[in-house]
């Protein structure tokens, strides 16, 4: 039976679609009747949230109270919401995202004790330009202060008299060869040098200040989890924790 269904499909016609009119192919494909069925319902689902939002519209009372009042404000007629500031940067919401307060405490001791041993190294002898300490010296007169020779007084050569340290004496450089650099080319490698640990030094100390920073926000919002009653003292900048006062109770 089913072979003589085939049989007959065979020999039916095919039935093809009515294509468009030749005068009327300038207007394109003749729409057929499932293209039109999505058309309307496209136009019925837009007419239904028209009338939705106009009814919506109708019902507001302007007088109505709604938290976005306080967080937007009017722009040429246009309600634009205001921008919240930025209380974590990039580097610390990704530190916080994978890592826990231990890792962050190891990794802040191993940075002071990076730092611990470089100003041990540095001495920290010429960091700043400006001299904090200042060196008085007294004398009886206005006669000894127009004759006053700084050079003599502290027993060294002029060359030497700028420098707040290694500033031998006379004696001292008669009797004592010079060891070190010496010549102007090797002098200027070695401030280059140290001026490069200078900065890394205090790259490493502005690293440590933003990991104990980090390691108190992680603390923060570990003591938040406990279920005891706080409020907010002080908000979270990027570079403190939010503060928080905690009702005192009794540990039995």
Same mark, same amino acid.
């Given at each position: 039976?089913?072979?003589? *269904? ?10 093809? %679609? ?17 293209d039109y069925k999505l058309r309307a319902d496209d136009y019925h689902r837009k007419q239904k949230t028209l009338v939705a ?6 019902? #507001?009372?302007? &007088?109505?109270?709604?938290? #976005?009042? /306080? ?9 634009? !919401?205001?921008?919240?500031? @930025? ?12 890592? +826990?307060?231990? =890792?962050? %405490? ?10 611990? *041993? ?9 960091? &700043? &330009? @400006? ?6 010296? =007294? ?6 202060? %127009? ?12 060359? !030497?008299?700028?420098?707040? =340290? ?6 001292? !450089?008669?009797? #004592? ?21 200078? !900065?890394?030094?205090?790259?490493? /100390? +502005? ?10 926000? /992680? ?6 989890? &406990? ?7 002080? %908000? ?7 503060? =928080? ?8």
């Amino acid at each position: 039976m089913s072979s003589f *269904r085939k049989a007959l499909k065979s020999k039916q016609r095919d039935h093809k %679609e009515r294509s468009q009119l030749g005068f009327r192919k300038h207007l394109g494909l003749l729409e057929k009747k499932k293209d039109y069925k999505l058309r309307a319902d496209d136009y019925h689902r837009k007419q239904k949230t028209l009338v939705a939002l106009r009814k919506k519209a109708m019902d #507001k009372n302007p &007088d109505e109270f709604h938290f #976005k009042m /306080i967080h937007n404000h009017l722009k040429d007629g246009v309600h634009m !919401l205001k921008p919240k500031e @930025e209380t974590m940067t990039e580097e610390q919401k990704k530190v916080m995202r994978t890592q +826990d307060i231990r =890792y962050v %405490e190891m990794k802040r001791v191993s940075e002071m004790k990076k730092i611990e *041993r470089m100003k041990s190294e540095l001495h920290l002898l010429d960091v &700043d &330009d @400006e001299k904090k300490n200042k060196q008085v010296f =007294y004398v009886d007169s206005k006669k000894e202060v %127009e004759a006053f020779d700084l050079a003599t007084h502290l027993n060294t050569v002029p060359e !030497l008299v700028g420098r707040a =340290y290694n500033r031998p004496t006379i004696e001292t !450089l008669e009797k #004592k060869s010079i060891v070190g650099a010496v010549e102007p080319r090797s002098i200027k490698k070695l401030a280059k040098q140290r001026e490069l640990q200078y !900065l890394r030094l205090s790259q490493r /100390i +502005d690293r440590e200040k933003k990991m104990f920073v980090i390691s108190q926000k /992680i603390q923060t919002r570990k003591d938040l989890q &406990d279920k005891v009653k706080k409020v907010k003292v002080c %908000e979270e900048t990027g570079s403190a924790p939010a503060v =928080y006062r905690f009702e005192a109770k009794r540990k039995r």
